[in-house]
């Protein structure tokens, strides 16, 4: 248990450091804002661009655990939509989708990486694991979307909104441009690789402190007691850090899943809820009161939860 905290004790060092950060107003208001920006825009697909140009043809052969981390994501989310039923929720099916999505979304990027990079020191499929993972939320994301936007928002076509969005996304672009580097065989010039490697070194401790950094806004800015309701915090708190984790490692068992990508898909699995799943709720106004307090809730509790999974996995 020791040598676990002692592995993730940098994680949790620079999240605190970012809390701090934001109380002491050290940074701007928006500190977080750019961060987050830095790292979609440049840290995290050069990152990306480096770990797929850089990978061997056996490095993709993980069919088992696509499969069995596929099946933790979708039944969580599928098996959610009843219960929130169940709760009798004031805006109906809108809210069911929105609250399962927040509870089977874990941030396999800003908190997941860093945590497996932590885990385990220079192993090259750390960042590989993190890169399937988030390609497997994309249907998640697009269900979600696809039913808030046909539910009364306005603006251009959904699915001509996400077609723009993807081609113009860095990390699409980075992911294209690394999958034509690993297709033809290409080694990666110097003169890219090592810019884009200083970038991908960045990416944790960005990631961490601006996690930080929103943690401590919005748990100064939350007042009231009707900010959200206690009830579904519960049952996201149980699905997303208990259910969600179980229902992986079960699973990628069963898909005879190789012991390093079994550790690593319940590890991320048991991740707090992703930052994007909030982003989303609050930009259609639907539970986003209840989004931003299960990211805070999650996170602060995972401080707990993943030393214990992780020393149960190694």
């Known amino acids: 248990m020791w040598d676990v905290f002692l592995l993730l004790l940098p ?17 701007p208001p928006f500190g977080s804002t750019t961060l987050n920006q830095f790292l979609v825009n440049l840290g995290l697909p050069a990152l990306i661009f480096l770990s797929i140009a850089e990978c061997r043809p056996e490095d993709l052969d993980h069919e088992a655990f696509l499969a069995g981390f596929a099946v933790s994501l979708f039944a969580t989310f599928c098996l959610l939509i009843p219960v929130f039923h169940h709760l009798r929720l004031e805006t109906g099916y809108k809210e069911e989708v929105m609250l399962s999505m927040l509870a089977s979304f874990p941030n396999v990027v ?38 808030l936007v046909n539910s009364g928002a306005k603006g251009r076509h959904p699915i001509r909104t996400i077609a723009l969005a993807l081609v ?17 065989g290409t080694a990666v010039p110097a003169v890219i690789e090592s810019p884009c490697r200083a970038l991908g070194n960045s990416v944790m401790p960005c990631a961490l402190v601006s996690l930080g950094i ?19 915090q519960m049952v996201i708190l ?35 809820v992703g930052t994007l799943a909030y982003a989303m709720s609050d930009s259609y106004k639907v539970a986003e009161n209840d989004a931003s307090a299960a990211v805070i809730m999650t996170t602060l509790i995972s401080l707990v939860i993943i030393p214990v999974l992780a020393m149960f996995l190694k």
Do not use: D
């Open 11 to 27: 994680v949790f060092v620079l999240i605190f450091l970012g809390m701090l950060a934001e109380r002491f107003q050290l940074v």
């Open 110 to 147: 800003l908190v997941g990486l860093p945590v497996l990079m932590a885990l385990y020191p220079g192993s090259p499929v750390v960042v590989l694991a993190s890169t399937l993972t988030n390609i497997l939320e994309i249907p998640m994301v697009l269900i979600t979307l696809f039913i």
């Open 168 to 184: 113009s996304n860095p990390v699409v672009l980075a992911t294209v441009a690394g999958s034509a580097f690993y297709a033809t």
């Open 214 to 232: 929103v943690i401590s806004a919005r748990l100064r800015n939350h007042t009231g007691s009707s900010a959200f309701h206690p009830g579904r």
């Open 238 to 272: 149980a699905a997303k850090q208990v259910v969600q984790p179980v229902i992986a490692f079960i699973a990628l068992t069963a898909f005879h899943t190789e012991p390093l990508w079994r550790s690593m898909g319940t590890l991320l699995a048991a991740m707090p």
